[in-house]
């Protein structure tokens, strides 16, 4: 018998469930990491640099005591006798901040003096120390590294001793003050450096939090956020900037979605309502003879309005999926725009003047006619319905160096300024249009689809009380030509 093991992991091998630090936590600990690494380097490097200034300083006073002690003995003509002044004991610790042991040797480096009775050198020193023509030596006694600085006593040209200052390189490198500075320095620098990184974190942070809660909001269907945009900034700004503008689009979208889903409701019901009734009516044989035809071309005529729709809906999903193929060839500029007017004129149950201005020559365009007149057809029908019947309609065309351009014109009431902005966004439809026209509002999101595959485009050019003006723009055959080679 199997069992089926149904408890729940608690999201302890999902690794989408894994805990999530704040952004400001985040950047703040990696920041402040970076910065003491850096001042912890700074520290080495500078206390380093501390030593060795500290050791050449020393090593340099050392070296003008030790000429200045070699003057004095000179000065009073004195060999292998100590004079009193000689050992400027306090002299050194307050200059060098260290005690060195100081010797007066003759010339077989024979100790005649020193400062203090014990030192590095007993009596005789190594003959190497002497013969060195360097003044600053450094060598290794009783296991540890002294620094040796003399000076030679000269009299009447010639040297009858030397004065040497010897100290260990410990003692000469050793200073606290110095690093006592450095050390307060690197942590303030610490300190004010990490009241910085949390500051400017926040600063960073608080928006993208805002953001990231009205997008949470957002998901739950509720589009009405208010997110205050006064970043400095100019990445914060434009990412708050683009949040709200997404959200009133989707905002818009969703009512556009529920207006949708009320007029098809209203778009096919009534005309199934219709020709349930028209159909109830001939199967009770309620209406006879030439009336029964009549309900059945009505019928037929709410059947085709239906069929338009479905196939309209098919269309866009088809186009807005890329899955119609769009068969573009090199046509006659004139002749297509010919066509497409001709072949809605001859669907029209009366006869309406076009008014069709064509290029004087002829320019060869890159097209697909078929669909090329299903974009006319929409504009040519919302141009007679904005007229109510009665007006003119325009159609001119021009031509530029790349593409050739045709403006459809009427003299209809025009769209008002306020839907302009909408009029190519699917399942659009004016406030005035609703009432009137049955239909679904992809007509000009449709063509606007087409003009874009035909590698050319639509826009409203103009619309006002005395009428509107769409523009159609196809690429000419000859400007593709030349790009080409």
Not at 116 to 124: L, V
Not at 171 to 193: C, D, F, P, R, W
Not at 266 to 283: D, F, R, W
């Amino acid at each position: 018998m199997f069992i089926k093991n149904n408890k729940c992991d608690n999201g302890m091998n999902n690794p989408n469930k894994e805990k999530r630090i704040s952004l400001k936590q985040y950047w703040t600990r990696r920041y402040l990491l970076t910065l003491c690494m850096g001042l912890v380097v700074i520290a080495i490097v500078s206390a380093f640099w501390i030593r060795h200034n500290t050791l050449e300083n020393r090593l340099n006073i050392m070296s003008l005591l030790a000429d200045s002690m070699a003057d004095r003995v000179v000065a009073t003509n004195e060999r292998a006798v100590r004079p009193p002044d000689f050992f400027h004991e306090r002299e050194l610790k307050t200059e060098l901040e260290i005690d060195p042991f100081t010797y007066i040797i003759d010339t077989d480096g024979t100790i005649l003096s020193s400062n203090r009775p014990r030192g590095p050198f007993e009596q005789q020193l190594n003959p190497t120390i002497i013969e060195n023509k360097e003044s600053i030596q450094k060598v290794d006694l009783i296991g540890q590294e002294f620094y040796i600085v003399k000076s030679p006593i000269v009299v009447n040209d010639s040297v009858i001793g030397w004065v040497l200052m010897v100290d260990s390189k410990d003692k000469l490198t050793h200073v606290n003050q110095e690093y006592t500075q450095l050390a307060i320095m690197i942590i303030s620098l610490a300190l004010l450096g990490w009241a910085a990184i949390y500051v400017l974190s926040n600063r960073l942070a608080k928006p993208i939090r805002d953001v990231s809660e009205a997008a949470k909001l957002v998901a739950e269907g509720y589009y009405h956020v208010d997110i205050p945009n006064e970043s400095k900034e100019k990445e914060v700004y434009e990412l708050i900037q683009s949040f709200k503008e997404m959200t009133k689009k989707l905002e818009r979208l969703e009512a556009l979605r529920t207006e949708l889903l009320a007029g098809v409701t209203h778009e096919l019901k009534t005309p199934v309502t219709s020709i349930s009734g028209l159909l109830q009516a001939l199967k009770e044989e309620v209406v006879t003879g030439d009336e029964a035809k009549e309900f059945l071309n009505i019928s037929l005529n709410e059947v085709e309005k239906m069929k338009t729709m479905v196939e309209d809906l098919l269309a866009f999903n088809q186009f807005a999926t890329n899955e119609v193929p769009v068969n573009k060839a090199v046509h006659s500029s004139n002749e297509v725009v010919k066509d497409a007017v001709f072949s809605w004129q001859i669907a029209q149950k009366e006869e309406i003047e076009i008014n069709l201005s064509t290029l004087s020559t002829p320019v060869e365009i890159t097209v697909d006619p078929i669909r090329f007149q299903q974009v006319m057809t929409n504009l040519l029908n919302n141009a007679y319905h904005a007229m109510e019947g009665e007006g003119e309609i325009s159609i001119l065309m021009m031509e530029s160096e790349t593409e050739v351009m045709i403006d459809v014109s009427d003299t209809g009431c025009g769209i008002p300024e306020e839907e302009q902005p909408y009029i190519f966004e699917r399942f659009f439809r004016g406030e005035k249009k609703k009432y009137k026209i049955r239909g679904l509002g992809l007509g000009l999101a449709l063509s606007k689809m087409i003009s874009q595959a035909l590698g050319g485009d639509l826009i409203l050019l103009k619309s006002s009380a005395e009428g509107t003006t769409f523009r159609i723009t196809l690429p000419s055959a000859t400007a593709k030509m030349h790009t080409t080679e």
